[in-house]
């Protein structure tokens, strides 16, 4: 018996003696199968060939990934408050080492993930800080693909934790596709923390919002000018896109509300 991984995306499914006959995930028009068919791993294996690794990105935030790239290569971030750690998007990884260094700065008291593209190992990291809950928009429920008992399904638009963080619904790439909005960082003047609900591109003065990324399914009108609304009551100047390096450290307000007018005239009819 075994937890199989699907090597594509990285999604995790419940203990059993043969691999499931396909991965939801992929097999969803967001995401794809392999062009060389399904294929899966283990925990185990995938630890084999691939470790977690964890690097500083600024005063109370650490990135936490997977090298070398496993499935869709996201990082997930670690993020420090005076009330408790959150961990935000999940890595298909986890090991004890990895384990050893984040209880050195804190450990993990909650989870919460972005989308289903990165539900991963959720219930692995769970039990390794202790079997703490980990939350989820309840739109995205039919996505889990390894059920957990500490899953928290919430609900509406926003989620208020520790404090100085609030979950902000914004829909778009998945129903219950979320960002997380950090008061207190970029040194007080904010920060978003984004997966690709938000998706910072290689021209850093923009990014952009899609339905599927791999397969170039873009967002209608209506969707884009949800998710500029969403954002726009909160105070942030960086966003912390899904990969290493994919960071707007100033202006990135004024980034998501011109890419938002970019966008709008580019799908304009």
Request: with cysteine; hydrophobic share 40%.
């Amino acid at each position: 018996m075994d937890n199989f991984i699907c090597t594509t995306c990285g999604a995790h499914y419940p203990l059993s003696q043969t691999p499931p006959s396909g991965c939801i995930i992929c097999q969803d028009e967001r995401q794809f199968v392999n062009l060389n068919g399904q294929s899966w791993s283990t925990l185990k294996e995938g630890l084999k060939h691939h470790h977690p690794v964890i690097r500083p990105k600024e005063p109370g935030l650490f990135g936490v990934g997977v090298e070398p790239r496993f499935a869709i290569g996201q990082r997930g971030l670690l993020l420090q408050t005076s009330k408790g750690n959150i961990l935000w998007d999940c890595v298909p990884l986890v090991n004890d080492d990895i384990v050893s260094k984040i209880k050195k700065l804190g450990g993990i008291d909650m989870i919460a993930i972005s989308h289903p593209h990165y539900y991963t190992a959720l219930a692995e990291w769970s039990k390794a800080f202790g079997n703490i809950p980990v939350y989820l928009h309840e739109d995205d429920k039919q996505w889990v693909t390894n059920p957990c008992d500490k899953i928290v399904f919430w609900k509406g638009e926003t989620l208020p934790l520790l404090d100085e963080l609030t979950v902000i619904r914004l829909g778009g790439h998945f129903d219950g596709g979320s960002v997380l909005h950090w008061t207190s960082g970029a040194r007080g003047r904010g920060a978003l923390l984004t997966g690709d609900i938000i998706q910072v591109v290689p021209d850093r003065r923009f990014v952009t919002f899609m339905y599927s990324y791999p397969n170039f399914i873009p967002l209608p009108a209506r969707k884009i000018n949800k998710i500029t609304a969403a954002v726009q009551p909160y105070a942030f100047d960086r966003i912390y896109g899904a990969w290493w390096g994919s960071t707007i450290d100033s202006g990135a307000k004024a980034a998501v509300e011109r890419s938002a007018t970019r966008y709008l005239k580019a799908i304009k009819d």
